[in-house]
């Protein structure tokens, strides 16, 4: 989106009073990720307690962690698919409320824990059903931010969403901490599923698209089309809802993945998601197990890195944004928090290398402050997805990145168990830093939207 277009928006809603309905349905998607996130970090918080108590070990765990990133990544295709089939809408509400049910039926593995095999066996299943729950979910976080923000507005709403996993983090660690302290590791599931199964109501009474909203005026609806809002996008008859659907599939995931820079893009995803997935498995196990923290310790204590990544996460999107409406241009604007970001993240080798918690805390915040500044995929994604198979575009994005869902935990316990301690995994998280920098810089080139070519 170049600087014309920007003033266009900009000159759009000049000449009358705007609403901001947009903003609404941005803290809905800020309040649904949060919970998402949460969900997703339960069992890193009940783990330590749920680990001992089955008396499994560290690879054991890391894959039961990554059995959310086995169905997510699976499920992330036909995710997309039903997105652009029946709509960001009603597919969200559904995946809302079977995750939760699936998280609130992981506090029954209490039931059975005298049967180690089995305990461990339904878990993994849980948490696999977990994942392909919430597929959609990102997708259609970057669907709705594509169809109700200006370009000029796009990384902020981006970054604010995407930002809810440090919110989650900061809000909930601290709580499922003491809860798991007070009532077990049994009871962060199910207030967890509750919760969310309470949400998912509350969606489908809040969220519309732009076009049916009804508090939405004619001013806010034409100041974020003429800034290059899709939207059409969910409403009957248009592209986004007839042409993909119906369409043959195959050949339109042959275009993007024949496309250099959206294969940067998604490998340096890859590589983003890899450090997403430490905080979210193993951080909570490190502060315990090599720092020496309780359980309830170390939740309160995962809070505080959180905060710095919630902190670089919206600044990330101010900065790319502000970078835009200044006359940079849309690459150098996105570009530029995701390098800075990458490379403070590096910091978390540091740790290795000092013995005070205090220190490991402060490093750790660096780190978590770096990767928030540089989580502007989704921001990406929505500036260069073809228009109509957004859904789609989003759930290959989606399917890469998270793909180290499966790797990291995995990875991480190999690690761990064979070197005896958590040095070799910093590393590792680490070099998947350097190697998205490299993506960005070499790989991506020109970022813009990817025309898609019809079949015939």
């Given at each position: 989106?170049?600087?014309?277009?920007?003033?266009?928006?900009?000159?759009?809603?000049?000449s009358?009073?705007?609403?901001?309905k947009?903003?609404?349905?941005?803290?809905?998607?800020?309040?649904?990720?949060?919970?998402?996130?949460?969900?997703?970090?339960?069992?890193?918080?009940?783990?330590?307690?749920?680990?001992?108590?089955?008396?499994?070990?560290?690879?054991?765990?890391?894959?039961?962690?990554?059995?959310?990133?086995?169905?997510?990544?699976?499920?992330?295709?036909?995710?997309?698919?039903?997105l652009?089939?029946?709509g960001s809408?009603?597919v969200?509400?559904?995946?809302?409320?079977?995750?939760?049910?699936?998280?609130?039926?992981?506090?029954?593995?209490?039931?059975?824990?005298?049967?180690?095999?089995?305990?461990?066996?339904?878990?993994?299943?849980?948490?696999?059903?977990?994942?392909a729950?919430e597929?959609?979910?990102?997708?259609?976080?970057?669907?709705?931010?594509?169809?109700?923000?200006?370009?000029?507005?796009?990384?902020?709403?981006?970054?604010?969403?995407?930002s809810?996993?440090?919110?989650?983090?900061?809000?909930?660690?601290?709580?499922?901490?003491?809860?798991?302290y007070?009532?077990?590791?049994?009871?962060?599931?199910?207030?967890?599923?509750?919760?969310?199964?309470?949400?998912?109501?509350?969606?489908?009474?809040?969220?519309?698209?732009?076009?049916?909203?009804p508090?939405?005026?004619?001013?806010e609806?034409?100041y974020?089309?003429?800034?290059?809002?899709?939207?059409?996008?969910?409403?009957?008859?248009?592209?986004?809802?007839?042409?993909?659907?119906?369409?043959?599939?195959?050949?339109?995931?042959?275009?993007l993945?024949?496309?250099?820079?959206?294969?940067?893009?998604?490998?340096?995803?890859?590589?983003?998601?890899?450090?997403?997935?430490?905080?979210?498995?193993?951080?909570?196990?490190?502060?315990?197990?090599?720092?020496g923290?309780?359980?309830?310790?170390?939740?309160?204590?995962?809070?505080?890195?959180?905060?710095?990544?919630?902190?670089?996460?919206?600044?990330?999107?101010?900065?790319?944004?502000?970078?835009?409406?200044?006359?940079?241009?849309?690459?150098?604007?996105?570009?530029?928090?995701?390098?800075?970001?990458?490379?403070?993240?590096?910091?978390?080798?540091?740790?290795?290398?000092?013995?005070?918690a205090?220190?490991?805390?402060?490093?750790?915040?660096?780190?978590?402050?770096?990767?928030?500044?540089?989580?502007?995929?989704?921001a990406v994604?929505s500036?260069?997805?073809?228009?109509e198979?957004?859904?789609?575009?989003?759930?290959l994005?989606?399917?890469?990145?998270?793909?180290?869902g499966?790797?990291?935990?995995?990875?991480?316990?190999?690690?761990?168990?064979?070197t005896?301690?958590?040095?070799?995994?910093?590393?590792?998280?680490?070099?998947?830093?350097?190697?998205?920098?490299?993506?960005?810089l070499?790989?991506?080139?020109?970022?813009?939207r990817?025309?898609?070519?019809?079949?015939?």
């Amino acid at each position: 989106m170049n600087t014309s277009t920007v003033t266009l928006a900009q000159a759009a809603g000049g000449s009358a009073l705007r609403t901001k309905k947009r903003f609404a349905i941005l803290a809905m998607l800020f309040i649904v990720t949060t919970i998402n996130y949460a969900d997703r970090a339960t069992l890193s918080i009940a783990g330590p307690a749920l680990s001992k108590e089955l008396g499994i070990d560290a690879v054991t765990m890391g894959y039961i962690f990554s059995a959310f990133g086995w169905s997510y990544v699976i499920a992330q295709l036909p995710g997309g698919w039903l997105l652009d089939r029946f709509g960001s809408k009603l597919v969200y509400a559904c995946s809302i409320c079977l995750w939760s049910v699936f998280t609130l039926l992981q506090g029954g593995i209490s039931f059975i824990t005298a049967n180690v095999g089995l305990a461990v066996v339904t878990l993994f299943a849980l948490r696999f059903l977990v994942g392909a729950a919430e597929a959609p979910s990102f997708p259609a976080n970057g669907r709705i931010v594509a169809s109700w923000f200006p370009a000029n507005e796009r990384g902020t709403a981006s970054a604010i969403f995407n930002s809810a996993q440090y919110f989650a983090t900061v809000l909930f660690a601290p709580l499922m901490g003491w809860i798991t302290y007070s009532y077990g590791w049994p009871a962060v599931f199910v207030v967890m599923g509750l919760l969310g199964m309470t949400l998912s109501i509350v969606w489908l009474k809040a969220v519309f698209t732009p076009r049916t909203h009804p508090g939405i005026n004619q001013a806010e609806l034409d100041y974020i089309a003429a800034g290059g809002a899709l939207v059409n996008m969910d409403q009957p008859g248009t592209q986004s809802r007839s042409f993909a659907p119906d369409a043959p599939r195959l050949s339109y995931v042959k275009q993007l993945l024949s496309n250099r820079m959206l294969m940067g893009v998604y490998v340096g995803q890859y590589c983003i998601t890899t450090l997403t997935y430490f905080f979210l498995t193993w951080f909570p196990v490190y502060l315990v197990k090599e720092r020496g923290m309780s359980i309830l310790n170390a939740g309160f204590v995962a809070a505080l890195p959180a905060i710095c990544g919630f902190a670089g996460g919206v600044l990330g999107g101010l900065i790319s944004d502000g970078l835009l409406r200044r006359g940079k241009s849309l690459t150098t604007a996105r570009k530029t928090p995701i390098v800075i970001g990458m490379l403070l993240s590096t910091s978390m080798i540091l740790c290795n290398y000092v013995d005070s918690a205090a220190v490991v805390v402060a490093i750790m915040s660096l780190a978590f402050f770096g990767k928030g500044l540089g989580a502007l995929g989704w921001a990406v994604v929505s500036d260069t997805s073809p228009k109509e198979i957004s859904g789609l575009s989003g759930a290959l994005f989606n399917t890469f990145g998270n793909t180290a869902g499966i790797t990291t935990p995995i990875v991480i316990g190999y690690l761990v168990k064979g070197t005896g301690s958590f040095n070799a995994a910093l590393v590792f998280v680490a070099a998947n830093a350097l190697i998205a920098v490299c993506c960005y810089l070499f790989v991506v080139g020109d970022i813009k939207r990817f025309e898609l070519r019809k079949a015939s």
